[in-house]
């Protein structure tokens, strides 16, 4: 293992172009559940039946409460030495590019500024209705939050399952797959389209791939290095 961090770090630190894809797990040790596995949100929830919009138009409060509880836990938590060291070596790298599945805003609290937030942010609210869109913090979100503008119900502005990401957003995420030399993978499942694929688009146009997870991911079997453990102990000794 120790030979495998050494090879990795000598790879990250010699590549001109680094690619991160982050997932649930990066956050695990800021105290944010993860979705699948143990302690995972769907063993508690059925997410797949409230990270719907069909769930929202049945039931917006419930779905609100979930979002609103999340909010709490999300408010409450710290960056972790995995966000920090990734924050580092955006310092470091000279094409450095940041995607993230999450919605917590994590990356960015801990001082990363080239990110894609493939799934939206949890910080932020939409119109159902019209093109309103706004960043709001409050923890509560008071139930039913209302657009300013056209009095219709407000949602998270996030991706729920069923739903297309944000055109632009994933040009924007390919683009940066395809043009990695090196590809850095943490803390993900790989099981959630369109963003996993980005993992096999970057294996596809050449780029070394590195994993950092203490479960396989079903990305493992294409991986070059596999680090098995919590990014929180890994990605500092990366750096
Ligand atoms: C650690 C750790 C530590 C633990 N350190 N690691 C093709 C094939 C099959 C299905 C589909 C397909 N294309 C689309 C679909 C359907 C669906 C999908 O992918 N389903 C699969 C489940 C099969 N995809 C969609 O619906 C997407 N939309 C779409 O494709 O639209 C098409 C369309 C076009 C035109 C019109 C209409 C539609 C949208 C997907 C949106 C996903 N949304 C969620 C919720 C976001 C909001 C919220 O958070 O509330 O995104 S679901 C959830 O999963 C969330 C996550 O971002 C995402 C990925 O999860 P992630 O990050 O991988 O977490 P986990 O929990 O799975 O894994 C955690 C990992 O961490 C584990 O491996 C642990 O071991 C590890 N770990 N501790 C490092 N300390
Ligand atoms: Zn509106």
Same mark, same amino acid.
């Given at each position: 293992?120790? !030979? !495998?961090?050494?090879?990795?770090?000598? *790879?990250?630190?010699?590549?001109?172009?680094?690619?991160?894809?982050?997932?649930?797990?990066?956050?695990?040790?800021? #105290?944010?559940?993860?979705?699948? #596995?143990?302690?995972?949100?769907?063993?508690? &929830?059925?997410?797949?039946? /409230?990270?719907? =919009?069909?769930?929202?138009?049945?039931?917006?409060?419930?779905?609100?409460?979930? &979002?609103?509880?999340?909010? !709490?836990?999300?408010?409450?938590?710290? %960056?972790?030495?995995?966000?920090?060291?990734?924050?580092?070596?955006?310092?470091?790298? =000279?094409?450095? %590019?940041? *995607?993230?599945?999450?919605?917590? #805003? /994590?990356?960015?609290?801990?001082?990363?500024?080239?990110?894609?937030?493939?799934?939206?942010?949890?910080?932020?609210?939409?119109?159902?209705? %019209?093109?309103? $869109?706004?960043?709001?913090?409050?923890?509560?979100?008071?139930?039913?939050? /209302?657009?300013?503008?056209?009095?219709? $119900?407000?949602?998270?502005?996030?991706?729920?399952?069923?739903? =297309?990401?944000?055109?632009? @957003?994933?040009?924007?995420? @390919?683009?940066?797959?395809?043009?990695?030399?090196?590809?850095?993978?943490? +803390?993900?499942?790989?099981?959630?389209?369109?963003?996993?694929? $980005?993992?096999? /688009?970057?294996?596809?146009? +050449?780029?070394?791939?590195?994993?950092?997870?203490?479960?396989?991911?079903?990305?493992?079997? @294409?991986?070059?290095?596999?680090?098995?453990?919590?990014? #929180?102990?890994?990605?500092?000794?990366?750096?």
């Amino acid at each position: 293992m120790h !030979e !495998e961090i050494k090879k990795a770090c000598k *790879i990250i630190s010699d590549t001109k172009k680094l690619t991160v894809l982050t997932g649930a797990g990066i956050s695990a040790e800021s #105290g944010i559940p993860t979705f699948r #596995g143990p302690g995972g949100l769907w063993q508690k &929830y059925n997410v797949a039946e /409230l990270a719907t =919009p069909e769930a929202f138009k049945k039931d917006p409060k419930l779905v609100w409460e979930f &979002y609103n509880w999340r909010r !709490e836990l999300i408010s409450k938590a710290k %960056c972790n030495p995995a966000h920090k060291a990734l924050a580092k070596l955006e310092e470091k790298i =000279p094409k450095f %590019c940041l *995607i993230t599945q999450n919605i917590d #805003g /994590l990356h960015r609290k801990a001082g990363n500024r080239n990110i894609i937030e493939l799934h939206g942010n949890i910080w932020w609210v939409r119109c159902t209705r %019209c093109s309103f $869109l706004k960043e709001d913090r409050r923890v509560p979100l008071p139930f039913p939050p /209302l657009c300013p503008n056209c009095q219709n $119900l407000l949602r998270p502005h996030v991706v729920w399952f069923g739903e =297309p990401l944000d055109l632009d @957003i994933l040009n924007l995420a @390919i683009r940066e797959a395809e043009t990695a030399e090196t590809f850095l993978i943490i +803390g993900t499942s790989a099981t959630v389209q369109p963003a996993a694929s $980005l993992i096999w /688009l970057a294996k596809e146009k +050449g780029a070394f791939l590195i994993e950092i997870n203490p479960e396989p991911s079903e990305a493992t079997p @294409i991986v070059d290095i596999y680090l098995k453990g919590k990014a #929180g102990e890994i990605l500092p000794k990366l750096i």
